[in-house]
């Protein structure tokens, strides 16, 4: 077997493994703060919010209406993985989506679906159909805000959002990302970690209240693929205060997939369930 300095290729691999666990996938520190007063700082934040769409399609990108994805769920508990569950994705932009996990049979099956303010649930172990909560629908809410593809679209487009390069951030010994940072309103600011050379996400973090206070949620990306001229993440990681909640892994993306209207009507009943 090989070996670099002495080690195996094998445990050369797993040391710079480590390595890169330790720096890029724990907080980071500020190599370099930019001056919020410098005016070049917003131009810097702009033309680097460009060059991020460019990456990931450009005009394409702005302008797919809807979406059609699958792959697997996995949930984390206490940072820990736990048994990953397949699901179909069907988003109508800017807020109508419908999830289903499971494998196709109603008893295996879990549907949510939402359409701006209003939405049900279908759980398929108990066999029920329910309009959803105000909590749920305010979660949706919340979360379809700070989803990456929203922020950079509307950001890209909307007046008055405040946009400027914040600093750089290490990742790993000598490599540093650039970071910008976008303040949607008043109170609601998020920080979009760019790679320096492809230009494409590597994280978006923000602070969410909850019933505890503010906690800091961090979505991470990885795996680029090029899907009809747009570059989507394969996988996506959701961490809360350093802590891994969940991860999204696609195996297949479709912008500007047909996503009939009938897939968000509430059925009359369970056994209407399609």
Known sequence: MHTVQGKTIFSWLITEMLLILLTVFTPSTFAQIADPKDPQNITRGRELLKQAITARGGDAYLKFKTLHASGQYTPFDQGNPTSPKT?????????????????????????????????????GDAETLKDQSEKQIKDFLEGNENELDHILRVAAITPGIEIRFYGRQETRPGERADVVEITLAPERVVMLMLDRYTHLPMSLSYEKADGKGLSKREVRYFQYINYGGIKFPNIVDFYKDGIQESRINYQAVQPDAPVPDELFAKPANVKAIK
């Open 87 to 123: 699901f179909l994705d069907w988003l109508v932009y800017p807020d109508k989506e419908r999830v289903e996990f499971g494998k196709g049979k109603k008893k295996d099956r879990t549907i949510q679906v939402n359409v701006g303010k209003t939405g049900w649930v279908y759980d």
